[in-house]
């Protein structure tokens, strides 16, 4: 059984994005944050509008189950793992999305946990999509930029 951690804290210390890097050309998206100061973007898994709470102490993308059947994923499908959350260790069920778009940046065959019992409809951007992705502060957003190919 794997275990999928989210480890609760702060969610990133980050430099100011370099002049001009910010406004550049290329794949992107800005997350601001909310009135409970959490960095929230929408975004879409598949052809399905989610709204993303920025997770990077997250190892995947990690929704629950309400969430995967609105979205139709067959998650019961999926391997049990066990999930580390801010409300303590729990199952889930690893699945991969086919596709996860956050402005202009799409990751295909992106890892995720579909939490079992968790009905908050909350989905977590961890590491899975994050990876590999330069990430920096523009006048209170934090800015994800897909690397140059």
């Not at 995967?68 to 793992?81: D, E, K, P, Q, T």
Request: proline letters at 4%; glycine letters at 14%.
């Amino acid at each position: 059984m794997l275990l999928c951690a989210v480890a609760p804290g702060p969610v990133m210390a980050l430099d100011p994005c370099p002049g001009g890097q910010a406004q550049a050309a290329g794949a992107q998206a800005r997350f601001y944050r909310d009135s409970r100061g959490e960095y929230r973007l929408r975004g879409r898994i598949g052809r399905s509008a989610v709204t993303f709470r920025l997770a990077p102490e997250s190892d995947t993308v990690v929704l629950g189950e309400r969430e995967a059947a609105r979205l139709g994923l067959r998650y019961s499908r999926g391997r049990i793992v066990r999930h580390q959350g801010a409300r303590g260790v729990g199952l889930g069920h690893a699945v991969v999305l086919d596709s996860v778009q956050l402005g202009g940046i799409v990751r295909e065959r992106v890892a995720a946990v579909v939490v079992t019992g968790d009905e908050s409809g909350e989905v977590l951007l961890g590491q899975s999509f994050l990876h590999g992705l330069r990430r920096c502060r523009d006048a209170g957003a934090i800015v994800l930029r897909a690397p140059y190919r």
